[in-house]
Every structure is written in C-alpha cells, then in structure tokens.
C-alpha cells in the first residue's frame, strides 16, 4: 500500500513537473507548431491561472476531480499550498527562461525611419552603439544576436523620444526598450514587411 502511495505521488509530482515545463518553454509560438504542443501550452496556462480547472482523470480520495490546490495538497500532505506563491515560481521560472534564450526578434535593417527621418545605420564592432542626430546616423553592432537587437531597439527610442521632444533619461528609454523587447521577443507577433 505505502508503494502505491509513492507511485501516485511520483506521478503527481511528474504531472506538476510537465506544467511547469508546458508553461515556461511553450511561451514562444514557434515551440507551439504543433496542436498537441498547443493543447499543452493551453492547459498549463489554465492549471495554474484559472481556479475553475480541474483534472479530467487525476481524482482525490473522494473520487472528484483535483484542483491544482487539491494536487499540491496531496503531495505536501498539508494545507500549506500557497497558489499565489505557485504562480509567481512559475511566471518567475518563464521569464528567467527566456531572457537567457537566443530567438531572433528583429533585424537591424540598413536604414531607420521615423516620421520622415532616415537615419543610416552603420555596422560597428564596438559593444556600445551611437547617434548622430545631425546627420543621421547610427552606428551599432549588426550581428545577429539578441543582445545587439536590444541595443537597436533602444537606440530606435532614443531617436523617436528625440524626434517627439520626449524628455527621458536614457536609463527610462533603456528600460523601456527591455521591456518592449521582451515582449517582441517572446510574443513573435510582428512579420514585417
């Protein structure tokens, strides 16, 4: 009888394994090309963010079906399950995934353009890019790599807060290029020409 308990255990644990794992590494439609790999995205995302979920043929001592409360219950034993705290690991674990991940989120073209300006935009071998607001010029490393794909999204700012008369730091117009570029990077929504 104890085996059989280990073995339910394992087998929840495993299931709350694979959740986790659906959840953070399915974010990016491009691991999402297949439907079961979309139907798997989908229910991690409900497992953890919509109280109404329970699982079809996971079922408690009482024969009904588990709550994501119900199975964390059941592995640590206890009524100690925070779902808030579960939440904010997983949305923790994502994000921490994704930030270290290489996925091409935009090219740096050859020219920028905005609001009738065209800046001409250099390739340099130095890590730190610049502007030339007077002749209208950027010069940025152009290899392809996410890090260099930042540093054009917050130089691409950088001449529209110009442009707009926008009064920014650059540590505001850096920060806010970050978190745009998070959100293209992993939302992969925008196709270009």
Request: with cysteine.
């Amino acid at each position: 009888m104890k085996q059989n308990i280990e073995e339910y255990k394992t087998l929840l644990h495993a299931i709350l394994r694979q959740a986790i794992d659906d959840y953070v590494k399915l974010q990016h439609p491009k691991f999402r090309n297949k439907k079961y790999l979309q139907e798997a995205f989908d229910s991690a995302v409900q497992l953890f963010f919509d109280s109404e979920y329970r699982f079809l043929f996971i079922k408690n001592e009482d024969n009904e079906e588990m709550s994501l409360k119900n199975l964390i219950t059941e592995l640590l034993e206890d009524d100690r399950a925070n779902i808030d705290n579960i939440k904010k690991h997983v949305i923790n674990n994502a994000r921490t995934f994704w930030e270290t991940k290489l996925v091409r989120t935009l090219y740096i073209p050859d020219s920028f353009i905005y609001d009738g300006h065209v800046y001409i935009v250099h390739h340099i071998d130095e890590p730190d890019p610049h502007i030339d607001f007077e002749k209208k010029e950027i010069f940025i490393n152009k290899k392809e790599d996410s890090e260099n794909e930042l540093q054009f999204l917050q130089t691409a700012l950088s001449v529209v807060f110009y442009h707009e008369d926008i009064a920014s730091t650059q540590k505001k117009i850096d920060q806010l290029g970050r978190a745009l570029f998070r959100m293209l990077k992993i939302n992969s929504c925008f196709t270009g020409s």
